[in-house]
């Protein structure tokens, strides 16, 4: 009996060995899910495209007004330039004189 133990092989120790690997691009990602998961928590909207267009609206008529604020100053220093040349450079009392 003493003999079985001495021929007796041991075990191998066994270790709780996992192997780890770092997945840079997939950490990244993870945590552009989690950040973009807080912000996902706003309240929904209904009717966002209406107000969409409204919005569009409201630009387009602003636009075209401050269009045609500039179109109007411009026709004003224009006349105002071309009276000004012709009372200049232009005698009117021999014309009308004679």
Do not use: C
Not at 56 to 78: A, G
């Amino acid at each position: 009996m003493k003999l079985r133990v001495l021929f007796k092989q041991h075990r191998n120790k066994s270790f709780n060995y996992k192997p780890r690997y770092y997945n840079e691009r997939k950490e990244r990602l993870d945590s552009l899910k989690r950040q973009y998961n807080k912000v996902s928590d706003v309240d929904y909207v209904p009717k966002r495209r209406t107000s969409f267009r409204e919005d569009w609206k409201t630009q387009r008529k602003d636009l075209n007004d401050k269009n045609s604020r500039v179109r109007l100053i411009v026709i004003l220093v224009f006349l105002l330039m071309a009276a000004y040349v012709v009372l200049r450079f232009f005698n009117f009392e021999k014309l009308l004189n004679g």
